[in-house]
Each structure stands twice: as structure tokens, then as C-alpha cells.
């Protein structure tokens, strides 16, 4: 499986961004979709998942009411709308995906996509 991004890029805090990710190989059709994100000298973490069936949604408090995750299965791709962005959202964005519920852990999540900057100025 491989999983692309697109959609990183540099906004004034209050913007929004859109990250988008491609997934190749094989279906993902069982598994969760999400996102984590990882700023310099953190560790990685879970910002917003979507279950295969696309019933259930899960987010970091941080990011709560501000991120929608969708999915569309028929294109392999999950998608994340960030609005109201903030300076501390700054990170680099992985796309992820894991089978059955996704884990909020990031050493146990199964694929991986490469990263994308979001970079959030005040």
C-alpha cells in the first residue's frame, strides 16, 4: 500500500487548508484512514481518524470543531479540512492507515504515507 498527500503549504493563522491523501495497492476498505502530525522535538500524534464505513470519526481535543476528516471509498482517499488554523497546528501532516479502528499510537499504525508541511503563521 502507498499513500500520498498533497495539499500542505503555509497560511496566517485564522486560514484554512485542505490535505488530501491517495492510497494504491489495494483496497483499504477495512481499514481506518487518518492523519497524525508531528512538529520538530514532539512526537508524532493523532489528530483525526475515519472508520471504513464511514460512521465514525475521531479527533484530537486540539483540533476538535475546527478539522473534518471524510473519506470516499470508490477513490481510495481521505481527505482534512483544517479552518481556523492556528501557529501550534504548524507540523508536518502523515497520512496513515490502519486496519480495523485506527490506534491513536503511532509506532502501531501499519502504513504510512509521506509528509506534508502545514505551516501556520501568527
Known amino acids: 500500500v502507498q499513500l500520498q498527500a498533497f495539499g500542505g503549504g503555509s497560511v496566517q493563522a485564522g486560514g484554512s487548508l485542505r490535505l488530501s491523501c491517495a492510497a494504491s495497492?489495494?483496497?483499504?476498505?477495512?481499514?481506518?484512514m487518518g492523519w497524525f502530525r508531528q512538529s520538530p522535538g514532539k512526537e508524532r500524534e493523532f489528530v483525526a481518524s475515519i472508520s471504513w464505513n464511514l460512521r465514525a470519526t475521531y479527533y484530537a481535543g486540539s483540533v476538535k470543531g475546527r478539522f473534518t476528516i471524510s473519506r470516499d471509498n470508490a477513490k481510495n482517499t481521505v481527505s482534512l479540512q483544517m479552518n481556523s488554523l492556528k501557529p501550534e497546528d504548524t507540523a508536518v501532516y502523515y497520512c496513515a492507515a490502519d486496519p480495523g479502528a485506527m490506534s491513536a499510537i503511532a509506532r502501531s499504525i501499519e502504513y504510512w504515507g509521506q509528509g506534508t508541511q502545514v505551516t501556520v503563521s501568527s
Open positions: 495497492g489495494r483496497a483499504l476498505s477495512r481499514y481506518s
